[in-house]
């Protein structure tokens, strides 16, 4: 199946640092990739459509500019984190669309996944 | 809106028991319906899907229908394993979504030997 990649898998940082999140789809060309973000022992809540070439689609309550998405290429998005503050600390997770494979079926394939923690 | 409704955990069974995660959806249009795996430390994975109604997702014994009259796509598996143990989420999506993946909460699930 198709291969995304994140990294980095874990980082930490101090309060107020701003930090980068990269996602790449490894096999295939994502025209559109989402980024969610999980809760400890809760759901993955969707913040954003990253679509490239053109601006990100947040939903509502997630601050864009501080969650800046970068999709400059058909195999990489990115998350910047900016200003980073504890609260921020979460589990942060990138999925893409293969629109070859997944079709209209609308089946994503998900990245490891990047632990952030802010001290 | 779209929205994915599953039974909280967590689910403790033993070894080859009978396992049910129930799942409900709410969609405005005609959604594929997924159930995704998350093993512990790794990422997700997608377990099986299904994209119309009465069809029937399987992968690795487990098997979800899904049923439009219930709008439900419950999870079962005859005789779970401990390599079993995992967080199950149920999710839809549809084209009105641009194909954005809506999550139930996550079922956990410990399979003891």
């Known amino acids: 199946g198709a291969v995304v990649s994140q990294h980095p898998s874990r980082v930490i940082c101090k309060s107020g640092t701003s930090v980068k999140i990269e996602c790449r789809s490894l096999?295939?060309?994502?025209?559109?990739m989402f980024w969610y973000r999980q809760f400890p022992k809760q759901s993955l809540m969707l913040m954003a459509t990253?679509?490239?070439?053109?601006?990100?689609?947040?939903e509502q309550g997630v601050e864009k500019d501080k969650f800046l998405i970068n999709h400059a290429s058909l195999t990489l998005s990115t998350l910047t984190v900016t200003s980073a503050h504890p609260e921020d600390s979460s589990f942060y997770i990138c999925?893409?669309?293969?629109?070859?494979?997944?079709?209209?079926?609308?089946?994503?394939?998900f990245g490891e996944g990047s632990r952030l923690t802010v001290l | 809106g779209n929205s994915v409704t599953q039974m909280e955990g967590p689910v403790t069974l033993s070894e080859e028991a009978f396992l049910t995660i129930n799942c409900t959806y709410t969609?405005?249009?005609?959604?594929?319906l997924f159930w995704y795996v998350q093993y512990p430390g790794e990422g997700l994975q997608l377990l099986l899907k299904?994209?119309?109604?009465?069809d029937k997702g399987s992968n690795k014994g487990f098997e979800a229908t899904y049923r439009k009259e219930t709008t439900s796509f419950h999870l079962e598996k005859g005789s779970v394993q401990v390599s079993d143990s995992a967080v199950y989420f149920c999710?839809?999506?549809?084209?009105?979504?641009?194909?954005?993946?809506?999550f139930g909460k996550g079922t956990s699930l410990l399979v003891t030997p």
């Open positions: 999925s893409a669309r293969d629109a070859a494979s997944g079709g209209n079926t609308g089946e994503l394939f």
């Open positions: 096999d295939f060309q994502a025209t559109t």
């Open positions: 990253s679509n490239e070439g053109s601006k990100a689609t947040y």
């Open positions: 969609a405005t249009g005609y959604p594929s």
């Open positions: 299904a994209t119309k109604a009465d």
């Open positions: 999710a839809l999506s549809d084209h009105g979504s641009g194909y954005a993946l809506n």
